[in-house]
């Protein structure tokens, strides 16, 4: 049995770990962090190790899952580098969930004996429908890759993209726009006219339930739009205006700030 130890116990460790407890994934999971109530939630929530001390969280690892956020990734980095001695005694595999922290900045911070791969799962892990983006460093052995695909696999959809395109992918697959767009429409939807929960049933629909038709009913997505959009039609009209109004161009702007602030967390 490996042991699986996260660095950081905020919400996406918490989505991951919610996801990985229904199955039998042979796993031992223990989780570090500064804050003794976060630790003290996740060991009721699910059952996992606690670890507050950093030593002895890392000299449990078979496997490191660092969780912080972009900026504390640095100090983290460090604290363990100082730790030299003793990870230089095993190799370490080790996993940054962090975005736009690319992987010669995380090699380049710990002088210790760690392979290192990126990972970028989404919240949606925690109900099983997750999917999560890896890219490896090219010193990482076939066997940590699989292992690292198994473990992500367990809990969703998995694709490999090489790095270049890891910061884009980051700022498209977040759920933050479908809930963004449901609740943007449902809001706009009530001010028409709608009451509020008919307002946001209706949102969910157009957005959620036309999106699991096309995963599951395979259908391109023109024809799926063709369907749903018949010409001359009110939908036709909808997306019409809103194309006009600079749909596209709103979208582009969005996706261009995303990759401007993953970009600085790397700097």
Same mark, same amino acid.
């Given at each position: ?13 918490s ?8 199955r ?11 804050n #003794? ?5 996740l060991?009721?929530?699910?059952g ?7 030593? $002895?969280a ?8 660092? !969780?912080?956020?972009? $900026?504390?990734? $640095? ?13 230089r ?10 975005? =736009? ?9 710990v002088?210790?004996s ?6 970028? #799962? ?5 109900s +099983?429908? +997750?999917?999560? !983006?890896?890219?490896y @460093? ?28 890891f ?7 977040? #759920?933050?726009? +479908?809930y ?12 028409? +006219? ?8 209706? @949102? ?5 339930? =036309?999106?699991v038709?096309?995963r599951?009913?395979?259908?391109s ?13 009110t939908?036709?009209a909808?997306m019409?205006?809103?194309?006009a ?8 702007q ?7 602030? !993953?970009?600085?967390? =790397?700097?």
């Amino acid at each position: 049995m490996s042991t699986l130890v996260f660095l950081g116990g905020g919400r996406i460790t918490s989505a991951m770990l919610a996801g990985l407890r229904p199955r039998n994934t042979g796993h031992r999971m223990v989780v570090h962090d500064r804050n #003794p109530g976060k630790l003290r939630s996740l060991k009721k929530d699910y059952g996992v190790a606690v670890e507050p001390d950093l030593t $002895g969280a890392v000299e449990q690892a078979d496997v490191l899952i660092i !969780a912080v956020r972009p $900026g504390s990734v $640095g100090e983290l980095l460090r604290a363990i580098g100082k730790l030299e001695r003793r990870l230089r005694r095993r190799q370490l595999l080790a996993v940054s969930l962090a975005a =736009g922290v690319p992987l010669r900045q995380l090699i380049k911070s710990v002088d210790a004996s760690m392979y290192w791969a990126r990972a970028m #799962p989404s919240p949606l892990c925690r109900s +099983g429908r +997750g999917l999560t !983006a890896l890219t490896y @460093s090219k010193s990482l052995p076939h066997a940590d890759r699989q292992t690292i695909r198994d473990l992500f696999g367990t809990f969703g959809q998995v694709i490999e993209i090489p790095e270049s395109k890891f910061d884009l992918f980051t700022v498209t697959f977040s #759920p933050s726009h +479908g809930y963004h767009a449901v609740s943007t429409l449902a809001r706009l939807a009530q001010a028409a +006219g709608l009451d509020r929960k008919t307002a946001l049933m209706a @949102s969910a629909h157009a957005l959620a339930d =036309g999106i699991v038709a096309w995963r599951d009913e395979k259908d391109s997505l023109k024809s799926l739009l063709e369907e749903a959009a018949t010409p001359g039609g009110t939908a036709a009209a909808t997306m019409a205006a809103l194309d006009a109004a600079g749909y596209q161009r709103v979208l582009r702007q969005g996706l261009a700030a995303g990759l401007r602030r !993953a970009r600085a967390n =790397g700097t």
